[in-house]
Structure formats: C-alpha cells, structure tokens
C-alpha cells in the first residue's frame, strides 16, 4: 500500500503518469455508468473516473461516502469545461485501471461536510470524535496546533533550553485548584495528587543548575468546565536562572512571535504594552483587558464625591469610588437589553446599575435630578458624550466598582458588534503584559491573606519590607501576557530564599508550621543549597491554539476533549472500577452502585 502521491499533489505536469492513490472516499457519483470518486487523505482531494466495462475496478457500485478505497491508474487531463479552481487538482482526473476496496463505511451518523456538520450537536460529534476529525476544518486545527509547538520547541531549544519531563503523580497541596487524587496500591492510604502544574519541580531544576528549562506540560485540575477549561490540559511551562522580568518579557515575546509567524503567517509587533495591574483594572475593570475598542472606565470620585446623589457621596465617604465609561452608540438598547446587564451587575455585587442616555439631544435617567450642572459638564467633558450615547456609573470599592464596569463594558461590546455600532477587526492583535500585581490578597471568608499568583512569588525588592507592616501593599513580580482580552498564561520571579519562603508561608499566608514542613519542606531544605535567582511562565496551549485557530473553545484544538460534564463520549469515561481493583487499592465507596 505504497502510495504514489497524496490526494494534493497531482497537476497538469503529472498527465501520462501511473499514479496509486489511498484515501477515503469524500464523495461519488453515479454518471450512466461511469463513476466519479472525490478521493480524499489528509492533504486534499483527488478525483478518480472508474469505468467498471474496462479495468478491475471491483464492486465500486458498493461504495458509500467514507469507505477507504486504493486505487491504481493514469492522471488525465480534464475537458477544459469540467476543471475544478477550488482545488489544488483541480486540473486533472486519475483513470482508475485497478481498485483495491479495503473497507465498507457503514451508513454515518452525520455529515462530514463542514458546512453541514456545523448544526450537529457538540455530544454526536464528541461520540464519533474520530469521524468528526476526518473534516478538513478539524484537521486543520491540529495541524495548526502542530505548527506551533514545533514553532515553540525550534524557538526554546535555540535559546538554550533543554525539554525535561516532570512527574504527573505528585502530592497534594493545601494551596491552588481542586486536586485529582491516585490512591497508591504499594502504600495503603496514601494518595498522590495529579500535579496541577509542574511549578515545584521546575523550580526544583533550577536547583539543581539547568538554567533553562521547559516541557509541554499536562496539568490536572478538578474543576468545573467550560469553554476554555479541561480537566486536563497542556502548558507550555519554562524557568529559567539568572534573569530578570525584562529578560522573561522579550523570550515571551520572540517565542509568540515565532509561533504566530510559523502557524499562521503573521508578523506580530514587539515589544508588547506592559500595562500595571492598577491601570489595568482602573480602566479597563479586568486584569486581562481587551483593548480592541475603547470604551475606557473613568474615574468621578472627585467630580461626583459630594454629589446630591446619596449613592455616589456614599461611596466615595466610605473610602470608595464612583467610576463610569460612555457605551458609544449604545442609547437604543432595549429594556430587556437594560434588565439583563442590570442582572449582570448585581450578581457581581452591585446594588443596581445607574445610567445617562443622550437621546435627541436630551439626556435621560432617573438620577439626573440629582446631578448639578457642573457634575453634568465634567461627565460630558470627560466622556465626550455625544448623541445616541449611554452612561453607566458603578458606585462602591474600588475592587467592585471596576469588576463590574469591566463586565458591562464586555457586554457593552457584544451589544455594539451585534447591532452594527462596532467593528472589531478580525486579524488584530492585542498583545500586552499585565505587571505589578499585589502579592497578596486579604480573602474575607478565610480571614486571612490568600497569594494573588502563588505562593512562591517573589515580592518587588523595594516592597520587601512592607511584607511585616502592610502586606496589601507589596507588590509581586508577577506578570500576565494577554490577548485579545484572554490571558495566555501568567509567571512571576520566585523567591529563592529559604527564610524569606518560610515567612510568606508562615507569617503572611498563616500556613500551619507542620503543613509548611509536610508540603514544602523539601523545597525549603532545597534552597539552603545555592538555590539561584530564577523566575518562569505557564502559557495556556490549548488557548493559544484555539486563537490561533479562530476559535472561542478549547474543546476545538484538543484531539479528545471532555464534554462540560468532564466525560469522554467516545470512550465512556469515566467508568466504574471493579469491587476487585477497589479492595486492592483499599478503598470503599460510598455512593450506591445502583444509583450511581
């Protein structure tokens, strides 16, 4: 079964050869007679004309769409009127002389058809994975997604960096997602965790003097699902000694470049925005800020502070803000348009949205009566209201007020594309780095700070001595790079001193001194032997082949993903473990085999 060509290779300079193509039948048609096949690989198609009066052709009348057939003959030159533009092959036909059949399809669950295929539901598709990555769209994802890991490893191993491979089976850890755990057969009781990420491990290396490291690391989290979340997932994780944030930002940098220039042909521009969490946040209301369209959040807390506006003057007495942003062109939402982002609002902790509409040169809302002709004059300064204009104000923490701005303003975004008052252009690329985050975060349930990244973030070096008087206040060297308005991936410098790990553990994240001992101690007794300065990043793969692919799942770019529901319809997994692997492993369920 040696083939001669693949089904996109075959032109005009071919005509006269004997070719043998394999491939799967894509599509055939029944002439009077004479038999017309789309012969399909993983390249293109390929058209083949059997005549069953001449030639040893087999029972061709038998084939179905998707059978796999070989076939043996001579490429033609096709009538000038019949020649195809839209393939490759369009020019030519092969003359079957002899056909192989070596598989019958059975009668498909749907179509094949990209364009049909479409309103097929997610779970047919997911149970014939296999049939649904014969399209060549889904194909073409993978392949994308090849492109750019090769364009990723060429890139690393040419800045000196060496693959390793790290342990999936680890130990629980009291920080971070919810773990998958492996019971150990050879220690009863005890567990593993699948690793969440390889963090402990690449620092570890830089222990032990790589320098350089990085894997296409599988991570594992027990999380509820979505869109753009597996339960297993790749990473393109790395670490590297002796560096600085600078020095991270432009490998990051070269390496996306690389693989946007390799997978889809585009020259991105560097550097990137480097934009401080604060910013971010104050402008945007989202620390991974799409800045494709404006819409800016602006601060009123001092043109609104002692308004006649209770809800503002409140606010802004009790240490918080009153923040706004102009929805351009956006007056004519709805009601129910209105209902549904108040909704929105108000599950993110607000008490309500309030709102200016400019209207036929009038402004309209139920809080104007409040509002002082000099307050008006600064929103419409500010703001550059102009007619058809809308106006939502957060009152409240600063936290609060921007977390729910940057939601409207997203949702502002979709209405304004959706009814043509916004044009996002399709190719544009907006790549930045989110810097200088706070190192911690005071969490109210827990009553105890909790580490914005994770907790071997080292701190900024001038804020180091606030760790004892003002936690809140230091910042991290930790940093997100974000496209489009999704973050890729997120690092930071570590700490690599033994005394000042144990006191974030100890002093500023309350972690118990025997947990501190039972989950870390191996790596602080790792640091008391030349631990290096080292710092790295876990960029989000699957992410990046998804955008890189034009797609918002990740489901789309992965070869066997799992439904919402976390199950494998294709394999029907997970399954249930027999009363015999049970007792071997030592454990007992507690969930009715019945009911289950």
């Known amino acids: 079964m040696k083939r001669t060509h693949h089904c996109n290779e075959l032109t005009a300079k071919n005509v006269g050869e004997k070719v043998r193509l394999i491939g799967w039948v894509h599509a055939i048609r029944d002439h009077g007679g004479l038999f017309f096949i ?76 990209d364009g049909k295929v479409d309103s097929v539901g997610e779970d047919l598709r997911l149970t014939y994975r296999y049939l649904d990555l014969r399209r060549p769209k889904s194909f073409q994802r993978l392949r994308i997604r090849h492109s750019a890991m090769c ?63 990085y894997s296409f690391a599988r991570c594992f989290r027990d999380e509820d699902l979505r869109a753009d979340r597996q339960l297993e997932f790749t990473q ?71 308004s006649d506006f209770k809800v503002f003057s409140s606010a802004v007495a009790a240490g918080g803000c009153v923040k706004a942003f102009n929805g351009k062109g956006l007056a004519e939402i709805s009601q129910g348009e209105m209902n549904s982002l108040e909704t929105v609002a108000r599950a993110l902790g607000a008490k309500g949205l309030a709102y200016i509409k400019v209207e036929n040169g009038q402004w309209k809302s139920p809080i104007l009566k409040f509002l002082s002709n000099r307050e008006k004059a600064a929103l419409a300064e500010e703001l550059a209201m102009e007619d058809g204009d809308i106006v939502f104000f957060a009152a409240d923490t600063w936290e609060r007020a921007c977390a729910v701005l940057g939601r409207i303003r997203l949702e502002c975004r979709d209405l304004a594309v959706a009814k043509g008052k916004m044009t996002i252009a399709p190719d544009a690329l907006n790549f930045l780095w989110v810097v200088d985050f706070p190192l911690m975060t005071f969490d109210e349930e827990q009553g105890r700070f909790v580490a914005t990244h994770h907790p071997f973030t080292a701190p900024v070096p001038e804020d180091i001595d606030l760790l004892k008087t003002n936690p809140q206040a230091v910042r991290g060297q930790h940093y997100d790079i974000v496209l489009n308005g999704t973050e890729l991936g997120g690092g930071s410098m570590r700490i690599h001193q033994p005394q000042l790990q144990e006191y974030v553990f100890k002093e500023i994240l309350k972690i118990p001194e025997n947990l501190v001992s039972d989950r870390f101690g191996y790596m602080l007794r790792a640091f008391r032997f030349g631990a290096p300065p080292h710092g790295g990043i876990a960029l989000g793969f699957d992410r990046i082949a998804a955008l ?37 492993l030592h454990i007992k369920t507690t969930v009715d085999a019945a009911n289950a």
């Open 151 to 213: 364009a990723t490893r060429n890139y690393l191993n040419g800045a000196g960096f060496l693959e390793i491979e790290t342990p999936y089976l680890f130990k629980t850890t009291p920080e971070g997602a919810r773990e998958f755990l492996v019971p150990s057969r050879l220690n009863p009781g005890a567990m593993y965790a699948l690793a969440q990420s390889p963090q402990q491990y690449k620092q570890m290396l830089m222990v032990a003097g790589v320098e350089r490291y």
């Open 236 to 306: 393109v994780d790395l670490e590297m000694s002796f560096v600085d944030r600078g020095d991270m930002y432009a490998l990051v940098e070269g390496m996306l470049k690389a693989i946007w220039k390799e997978a889809r042909g585009i020259d991105i521009e560097t550097p990137f925005i480097r934009l401080p969490f604060e910013d971010a946040m104050s402008r945007f209301g989202s620390d991974k800020p799409d800045t494709r369209f404006a819409m800016e959040i602006h601060d009123f807390s001092n043109a609104l502070g002692k």
């Open 38 to 113: 789309d012969l399909r690989d993983r390249e293109g198609i390929t058209q083949l004309v059997c005549d069953p009066s001449s030639g040893n052709l087999g029972d061709v009348r038998s084939l179905r769409d998707e059978s796999v057939i070989e076939a043996r003959g001579i490429v033609a030159a096709r009538p000038a009127d019949t020649a195809n533009g839209r393939i490759a092959t369009g020019e030519i036909e092969v003359t079957v002389e002899d056909l192989i059949i070596h598989n019958i399809c059975d009668v498909l669950p749907f179509p094949l058809t």
């Open 548 to 584: 890189l692919c034009g797609t918002t799942s990740i489901r789309d770019v992965i070869a066997f993903p799992k439904t919402q529901r976390g199950i494998d319809l294709m394999a029907q997994a997970p399954c249930k473990a027999s009363e015999r692997q049970l007792r071997e």
